[in-house]
């Protein structure tokens, strides 16, 4: 069964959407993501590699590890939850709709752990 792009409501084979709201909501959530996914993935990029060496750094230097694992979690927490760009996987799989909600979720669950250890490193290290 063929399925609405964005909400994943079920359609029938000449279809791509259940209605034109669906339509409106994917086309504003391609043009959000035309205009920042590269700077997105830079953000990221650095993000992910901050706390990759962060880990690495944290044997030797643990407030310097903290701070570059806790606050780039709290910076791609705020930018998931803000800019929700799932993977193009995810959006094949679960359509947009369900896809942006995950990532959000992620977002938080980021922000959190974030947070968390921020404020552990502040009152411990
Ligand atoms: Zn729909």
């Known amino acids: 069964m063929k399925?609405?792009?964005y909400c994943a409501k079920e359609i029938s084979y000449h279809q791509m959407y259940c209605?034109?709201?669906?339509?409106?909501?994917a086309n504003d959530f391609y043009?959000?993501?035309d205009r920042i996914t590269?700077?997105?993935s830079i953000i990221n990029g650095v993000c992910v590699m901050s706390?990759?060496?962060g880990i690495f750094v944290f044997s030797f230097y643990r407030e310097i590890g903290a701070y570059m694992?806790?606050?780039p979690l709290v910076i791609l927490g705020i930018l998931y939850i803000f800019f929700p760009i799932p993977a193009d996987v995810m959006i094949q799989k679960n359509k947009i709709l369900k896809a942006v909600k995950t990532t959000r979720i992620i977002g938080i669950i980021l922000l959190v752990l974030g947070i968390i250890s921020t404020?552990?490193?502040i009152f411990t290290i």
């Open 3 to 5: 399925k609405c792009e």
């Open 19 to 25: 209605c034109d709201d669906c339509q409106s909501s």
């Open 31 to 33: 043009d959000m993501r």
């Open 38 to 40: 590269k700077i997105m």
């Open 51 to 53: 706390i990759g060496i």
């Open 69 to 71: 694992v806790s606050i």
């Open 119 to 121: 404020t552990v490193a």
